[in-house]
C-alpha cells in the first residue's frame, strides 16, 4: 500500500538548497528490469523480456545507468524503489505494454555530464485501468552538493475515477530528504464526499501517514506550488526528514524501518482499491473525469518539468525529453 | 486581510485535552456591538442601533454575557475579536440585517452552568453578496481545565463565488492555542485554476501565512476531520501555537504582536476582494456554486456543531441551538 501520483512540490526546496528549480516528479526510467537485485530478477520477467538484449544493468556500449539502477540511492533507499516497481510488476504483468520511450529520453544528461536524468513509462494496454506508469530518477552534482530526485507514479485512465499514485523523494543532503506520497484524488473532494469515505477513511490512509510524522527527525513539508498543494489528498505523507550533519546512518534507518514499509503498505492500497477495484461512472463523470484529469496533467507537466529540467539540463535537452511526454500527459 | 470561513478541525486538539469532541467554529454572539471598548463604540452603531435597549454589555436583568463580552479570553485576544467585529461592521454596515436569533440561541448554558456558549448572526441585506455573518463564543469548565473556543465566520450569498472568511481560536489552556484563520475556497481549485491565481497568487496570502509559521512556538496543525482539510484553502493558516507551561506573557504577545495584524490583513483581503469584488458568474456555475455551498454548509454543521455541542451542553440545549441555525446553513 505505497503509492503516489506524479505531483512534485519541489521546486520551493531545491531553491533553497541549489538555486535551482526542479520538479520532475513521476518517472521510472528504461525497463523497470534493467537492473535488480538477484533475488527479485524473477518478478521482473515483463520488461525484461521487452528490453530483450538493448539494455541491461548498464549498458556496455555508453555505460549510462537504467532507470532501476538507482546508482547515487543509499541501499535502503534503492531497494524501496526496486521493491515497490516489483510489486507494480507483478501486480500488473499483464496490462502494462513494452515501454517506448526514445533512448535519448529513457537517458540524458547535460554537456558536461553533472546531471543525468532517466525516465521509464510504460502505458497500460486497451484491458487495463491503468493509464501509464512512470518512473525516474535526476542526480545533478550542484555547487551546493548533489542533487538526487526520485520518483514513481501511476496514472489511471477513464474506466476509473479511482486516485493516482504518487511517491517522490527529493535529496539534497546525505542526511536529509523531502517525501511525498500520496494517493491523489480525481474528484472533488468536498463535491463527493462518498469518494472520499471509499479511499481516505476506509483505507485508514491517514493512520499510515500518522506513523511517519511521528518520527522525531520528521516535519511537515508544504510544496512551495499552491497548484500542487492543491493537488494533494488530505491523507499526503508531505514531510522533510533531516537527520542532522552526522545523521548519514540514521537516515538509512528511518527509510528502512518506517519510510518503506509505510510506502509498501500504499501501494498495496492502491493496487488492491483503485487499480484493481471496480467503479461505475456515469457518462457525464467520466467527461468531467478527463477534464480533471487534462487539467492536472497539463499543469503537472508546466510545474515539474517545463520550469525545472531546463535548469539542470539546458533547454536543448529538456525540450527533448518533455516533448515525447506530451503525449502521455495529454497536455 | 484576516478572515476565515467556519471550518472547524478541533474535535481531534479537543479530544486530547479534553476527552471531548467540539467543533464550534463560525459564530459572533449577540449583537456585534453589544459590549466594545470605549475608542471602538463609534463604529458599532448599526448592531447598537438594532439591539436597542435590549441588550448591553452585561444584560442587566441575567447577567448573561453578550458575544461582545469575550469574558474568559485575555486582552491581546479579546482586543483582536473586538478589532475584527468592528472592522466588518464598519465595511458592511449598510449591508446587514438585525440579529435575529432567539435569546436562549443566543446565549446558553448546560445544567450546571460550567458550559456557556454564545452566538451571533447577521444576514445580508438583498443588495449584499454576504449571506451571513456568525460569530461565537464558547467556554466550559472541564476536568482537564478551561475550554474557550472563539469564531468569526462569513459566508457570502451565491451572487458571487468569492472565498468566505473564517477564524477560529481553540483555546484549551492559558498558554497554548489552535488557529484557524483561512479563506476557504468556494469552486474546486483544481478545475479553476484562474480562481486560486485571483484570491490566492495574486492576494499573496501565503506571505501572511510564512509570517506565523515563522515564529518559533508555532506548528503545523492539521485538523483530524478529513473533510475539513479538503474544505481549508492552499494558504490556509492552520496552526498551533504553545508557549510552554510558563508562557501565558508569550502567547498574548504572539496575539498581539503577529497573529493581530496578520488576522487583519487576511480579513482587509476578504473585504475589498471578497464581499465587495465583483463577479460574473454564468447560471451553471450559480447551479455549481449552491450544490457546493450546501454540501459544505451541512457537513460544517455534522462535524462541527452536531458532533459539538451535545457533550459540552447536553443533547436538549445543542439541539435548541442547532435548530434554528439550520435554515442559515439550509442544510
Known amino acids: 500500500m505505497e503509492y503516489k501520483p506524479h505531483i512534485c512540490t519541489s521546486e520551493c526546496e531545491l531553491t533553497k538548497y541549489t538555486q535551482m528549480v526542479v520538479l520532475v516528479p513521476q518517472f521510472l526510467q528504461p525497463p523497470f528490469s534493467s537492473?535488480?537485485?538477484?533475488?527479485?530478477?524473477?518478478?521482473?520477467?515483463?520488461?525484461?523480456?521487452?528490453?530483450?538484449?538493448?539494455?541491461?544493468?548498464?549498458?556496455?556500449?555508453?555505460k549510462r545507468p537504467g532507470f532501476l539502477e538507482f546508482p547515487y540511492l543509499s541501499t535502503p533507499h534503492r531497494n524501496l524503489m526496486l521493491e515497490l516497481v516489483s510489486k507494480i510488476e507483478t501486480s500488473l504483468v499483464s496490462q502494462l505494454l513494452p515501454p517506448s520511450l526514445p533512448p535519448?529520453?529513457?537517458?540524458?544528461?547535460?554537456?558536461?555530464?553533472?546531471?543525468?536524468?532517466?525516465?521509464?513509462?510504460?502505458?497500460?494496454?486497451?484491458?487495463?485501468?491503468?493509464?501509464?506508469?512512470?518512473g525516474s530518477w535526476i542526480h545533478s552534482k550542484l555547487p551546493t552538493g548533489e542533487l538526487n530526485i526520485t520518483t514513481l507514479t501511476a496514472y489511471l485512465n477513464k474506466k476509473t475515477d479511482a486516485p493516482r499514485f504518487l511517491l517522490e523523494f527529493i535529496q539534497s543532503s546525505p542526511t536529509s530528504l523531502i517525501l511525498l506520497l500520496d494517493l491523489p484524488h480525481r474528484k472533488d473532494l468536498i463535491l463527493n464526499p462518498n469518494y472520499l469515505t471509499t479511499f481516505y477513511m476506509d483505507t485508514q490512509l491517514d493512520h499510515l501517514r500518522q506513523q511517519l510524522e511521528k518520527i522525531p527527525e520528521t516535519r511537515p513539508y508544504l510544496p512551495s506550488s499552491l497548484y500542487i498543494r492543491c493537488a494533494?489528498?488530505?491523507?499526503?505523507?508531505?514531510?522533510?526528514?533531516?537527520?542532522?550533519?552526522?545523521?548519514?546512518?540514521?537516515?538509512?534507518?528511518?527509510?528502512?524501518?518506517?519510510?518503506?514499509?509505510?510506502?509498501?503498505?500504499?501501494?498495496?492500497?492502491?493496487?488492491?482499491?483503485?487499480?484493481?477495484?471496480?467503479?461505475?461512472?456515469m457518462e457525464e463523470e467520466i467527461i468531467d473525469l478527463e477534464k480533471r484529469d487534462a487539467l492536472?496533467?497539463?499543469?503537472?507537466?508546466?510545474?515539474?518539468?517545463?520550469?525545472?529540467?531546463?535548469?539542470?539540463?539546458?533547454?536543448?535537452?529538456?525540450?527533448?525529453?518533455?516533448?515525447?511526454?506530451?503525449?502521455?500527459?495529454?497536455?
Chains 1, 2 share one sequence.
Open 35 to 62: 537492473y535488480a537485485p538477484p533475488s527479485r530478477r524473477s518478478n521482473f520477467k515483463m520488461v525484461r523480456t521487452c528490453i530483450s538484449s538493448s539494455s541491461s544493468s548498464m549498458d556496455a556500449q555508453t
Open 104 to 134: 535519448d529520453v529513457q537517458y540524458f544528461q547535460n554537456e558536461s555530464g553533472s546531471s543525468q536524468g532517466t525516465i521509464h513509462i510504460q502505458s497500460g494496454n486497451e484491458d487495463s485501468m491503468v493509464d501509464f506508469i512512470l
Open 232 to 281: 494533494l489528498s488530505p491523507t499526503a505523507v508531505s514531510i522533510r526528514i533531516d537527520c542532522g550533519p552526522t545523521g548519514s546512518g540514521r537516515i538509512d534507518e528511518v527509510i528502512r524501518d518506517h519510510v518503506s514499509p509505510v510506502a509498501k503498505q500504499m501501494l498495496d492500497i492502491w493496487l488492491y482499491k483503485c487499480a484493481y477495484g471496480k467503479r461505475e461512472l
Open 296 to 331: 492536472v496533467n497539463k499543469k503537472t507537466l508546466d510545474i515539474d518539468l517545463a520550469s525545472g529540467l531546463p535548469r539542470l539540463f539546458g533547454q536543448d535537452v529538456a525540450n527533448r525529453v518533455i516533448e515525447p511526454l506530451e503525449k502521455y500527459f495529454k497536455a
